[in-house]
């Protein structure tokens, strides 16, 4: 199974496509910092990351993962932040963030489970792994867990991203371990990290 | 004279001693040697360096195999913003070579980076890592501040008259980001939408101005061949694909992993010498060469040495280096939904073939499935793939139309008694019987 996307009526993706325009309403402006309150931290944030690049637009990736750590996922208020932060309309910085995957455009759990499904991972057992995932961690709102695009470690197939981290080769046991371990806030897996692991080709060590 | 070429490299060059401990960090680095290449090319003249990276053939590692100094040397002369980029969105499936790198490694790329930008005389440098890389990024992220510190990267490098500025940029999860134009557009802050070609990033790219990009693996090959010279790097490998290749395989095999191989080394021996072959009394069915993007090779098609021009004398692709090898257990058609589910979901939906095409691929093969499919279904099939080809902005539409294409007609058999089968299951009774 890969990503599963929700469709509306229709088949339409967006949510709202079939509200009717509301032409009472004032065209989406950039938010007037005198009425957006933005943390501190994150408007530091984001200013630094927006002096790094010729223009200053480029830091809309970097500015949408700073807003959704701070909010744990891309709420409008966090999107009005950052925009407000970026001097860019709500409405922009919303196109961005739902084109991309790690972005969140619904309140998901604070602990991001990607099992990877896509070819090499499912060759050894991938779609099972994800199932594994899933019923371990029942319907704790704490858990992220999504069935993910190739994560580029097909060495340790199946494999999932735990927070960032990736473990693997993973059997289906290991499913209830890292649910249990993340709500413990135990590090996962350690034996089984990516980091740890020696580099396959034998020529490499001499 | 050209040397043995097709064996496993015993000098290793970009895994050299990869596990060494601490490699990531400059003192190390320094320690064996790094940063002498740097110091080399500088001393020579911009044109030097660049005849250096021409001579050596050196062809580039992330998927559409250019010539990397001929691309570098297409960049305008003169005085304005180029930019060079580092793509390390590394999102085909099948392919981790670049994520080895950069985690145990990234100095090599940092070096390669800082020499390619003087040989094209840039003074500013991306690089762009898929956002799933968090790790990797952030060891990237140190190595970046210790050459800084070191005084490698910034104003002035190593009093030299070339300066360059380097900045890492994060994605978010896009797999149409490895895309040049659509990296190029994501890292202005936009949708990771491709763009018309032409104009060509090396002519208008980043900021409209000419950009060079290049992956990972071919940036952190540039400190060798500068080391090595461009001649002698040219020795290695065949005529036409010259150097050391990084190859993923993974899949149905029993040791995945990275390997450094010369190229034109034969495929068999990577995938059951290296790899170790599929498990125990399973035999190879059908093999992607250069990611899941390539159009699939039968288990004959393993004689074949593994480099560019055989790769694509074979009508598939070297692509990423990625190999993926699917056993005699695994259905065709599982593997033809899975990849198509994937370029459905990834189809970033501006050219009008790739966004319709990759999803009704999908419903088509989901009806194959069902049980409610023909075996005309297949030349429909076969037809859309045709009509995707070579219509869009972009490869991402043929990345999809090429495997499934070559999985229809290689294996057009097995798919027909799929949907015979299936259709006797779901009750709809035999086949019409067809007229020859």
């Known amino acids: ?206 | 004279m050209r040397g043995p070429g097709g064996g496993v490299v015993s000098q290793k060059l970009l895994f050299d001693r990869i596990d060494d401990p601490g490699l990531n960090t400059l003192p190390v680095y320094e320690a064996r040697g790094g940063y002498e290449s740097l110091k080399r090319a500088l001393a020579m003249p911009r044109e030097a360096v660049l005849q250096e990276l021409l001579d050596s053939g050196l062809r580039g590692r992330g998927g559409a195999g250019f010539a990397m100094g001929k691309k570098a040397s297409f960049l305008p002369k003169g005085t304005m913003d180029k930019y060079l980029v580092c793509n390390a969105d590394e999102s085909e499936p099948g392919t981790f070579k670049d994520r080895e790198l950069m985690q145990k490694s990234p100095h090599m790329l940092i070096e390669g980076m800082i020499v390619a930008a003087y040989a094209a005389d840039i003074n500013r440098s991306f690089i762009y890592i898929r956002g799933e890389y968090q790790q990797q990024a952030a060891i990237l992220e140190a190595a970046i501040e210790e050459a800084r510190a070191a005084g490698y990267l910034g104003e002035r490098i190593l009093d030299s008259e070339h300066s360059l500025d380097l900045v890492l940029h994060r994605g978010a999860g896009a797999y149409i980001c490895g895309e040049e134009t659509g990296l190029l557009d994501s890292l202005e802050g936009k949708r990771g939408n491709p763009r018309l070609k032409p104009p060509f990033p090396a002519n208008q790219g980043l900021y409209q101005g000419p950009t060079l990009i290049n992956n990972v693996e071919t940036l952190a090959t540039v400190p060798h061949i500068i080391a090595m010279g461009g001649a002698e790097y040219a020795k290695l490998g065949t005529e036409t694909s010259t150097g050391t290749k990084l190859v993923s395989v993974s899949g149905n095999v029993q040791r995945p992993g990275n390997y450094e191989i010369e190229l034109g080394m034969p495929s068999r021996e990577i995938v059951y010498g290296l790899a170790g072959g599929p498990e125990p009394g399973r035999e190879v069915k059908f093999w992607f060469p250069g990611g899941s993007s390539s159009p699939v090779l039968l288990p004959e098609d393993l004689d074949l040495p593994y480099d560019f021009d055989a790769m694509a004398k074979a009508g598939s692709m070297l692509g990423s280096g990625a190999i993926i090898v699917v056993d005699d257990s695994v259905p065709v058609i599982d593997v033809a939904l899975k990849l198509a589910k994937f370029y459905r979901h990834e189809s970033c939906g501006k050219c009008t073939p790739c966004r319709e095409g990759t999803n009704w691929t999908v419903k088509m093969l989901e009806r194959i499935d069902a049980g409610e499919a023909t075996p005309m279904d297949l030349d429909i099939i076969a037809s859309v793939q045709q009509q995707i080809m070579g219509n869009c902005l972009c490869v991402l539409g043929d990345a999809m139309a090429m495997p499934l294409g070559s999985m229809v007609a290689k294996f057009r058999g097995e798919f027909e008694a799929h949907i015979e089968l299936r259709r006797g299951q779901a009750g709809l009774g035999a086949p019409v019987e067809v007229l020859a």
């Open chain 1, 1 to 206: 199974m890969t990503q599963q996307v929700s469709r509306y009526e229709h088949g339409s993706r967006i949510p709202g496509w079939d509200d009717a325009v509301d032409l009472t309403k004032d065209a989406a402006v950039v938010p007037d910092p005198a009425t957006t309150p933005v943390p501190a931290a994150l408007r530091a944030q984001i200013e630094a990351a927006m002096a790094r690049y010729p223009d200053a637009r480029s830091a809309a990736i970097p500015a949408l993962h700073a807003a959704q750590e701070l909010h744990g996922w891309c709420s409008p208020e966090a999107i009005e932040q950052a925009a407000c932060v970026m001097r860019l309309t709500p409405a922009y910085l919303t196109a961005v963030a739902t084109f991309y995957d790690m972005l969140e455009t619904k309140p998901v759990g604070r602990h991001a489970v990607y099992v990877c499904t896509n070819i090499s991972c499912s060759l050894r057992g991938a779609d099972a792994l994800y199932d594994a995932v899933r019923e371990a961690a029942g319907d704790d709102p704490d858990f992220n867990v999504r069935a993910f695009e190739c994560l580029g470690a097909c060495d340790i197939a199946p494999m999932a991203s735990v927070n960032g981290e990736y473990v693997g080769p993973l059997e289906l046991a290991d499913a209830a371990t890292l649910v249990e371990q993340l709500r413990a806030g135990d590090e996962v897996l350690p034996e089984k990290q990516l980091s740890r692991r020696a580099c396959a080709d034998p020529g490499a060590a001499s």
